[in-house]
């Protein structure tokens, strides 16, 4: 069976991309490779839209894929992708995305790490969600707690969107995106204890360029895999 770890968050912009580089780079267990099926934020390249994520990804997997394996989906503006595609007369298609999975998959056998765009409940149109995606394709999920004011609650509503849903949550990563944030460890302390599933690192603010790998339980995520 296709293997794959979908990477959401409490918000965009908190930490999923450095996570899943991570990830990609520090699973040693099984070859392993990134996708990032939509991405809104693109520069315009040689005629092409490229987004730095799915370029992050990219570079950190296993195999050099194409640039459009990894990114079907690349839309300009940094907006809402639902609205951005409006913008240029697209649909984001479901079976798309799946297809976009099952292309990678043939290249080789590989865990796919998927990062999502923005949060768990990303609108893909007016009536469909990327976490429908995810739920349907039963792909253990990941979540990345962007450690700010105001996360507790976005953190416990999004573990329990994710197992209503009927998705795998596996577990939860803190990721220290606030220098500044007061009683940091007491809200990652809660956090543990609140939390339904199990604590796979604790990433501090970091110095540019530094990597999150050293921060993380790959012992714990491997052994996770295995039993998925
Ligand atoms: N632990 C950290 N310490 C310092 N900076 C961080 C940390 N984690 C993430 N960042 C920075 O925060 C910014 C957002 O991170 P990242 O791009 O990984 O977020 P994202 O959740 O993938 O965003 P998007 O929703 O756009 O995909 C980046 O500039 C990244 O380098
Ligand atoms: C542009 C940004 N960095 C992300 N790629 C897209 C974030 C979409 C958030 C949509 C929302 O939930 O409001
Ligand atoms: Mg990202």
Known sequence: MNKNLFITATDTDVGKTLIASSLIKGIKSETTLGYKPIAAGCELKNGKLINQDALSLLAAGDIKLDYDLVNPYALKPPIAPHIAAEQVNL????????????????????LVVVEGAGGWMLPTSMNTFLSDWVSEH????ILVVG?????????????????????????????CVDDNM????????????????PCFGVVPYLAEGQSAAEY?????????????
């Open 216 to 228: 993380l339980d790959f012992e714990q995520i491997e052994k996770m895999l295995i039993n998925c």
């Open 182 to 197: 007061l009683q940091q460890q007491a809200n990652i302390d809660s956090l543990h204890k609140l939390m339904p599933v």
């Open 138 to 141: 039963q792909m253990p999920v």
């Open 91 to 110: 649909q984001i298609q479901h079976n798309e995305l799946t297809a976009g999975l099952v292309k990678i998959h043939q290249q080789a056998e590989a």
């Open 147 to 175: 450690m700010k004011l105001g996360c507790l609650n976005h953190a416990l509503l999004t573990a329990q969107a994710i197992q209503q849903s009927n998705a795998k949550l596996v577990g939860w990563i803190a990721n």
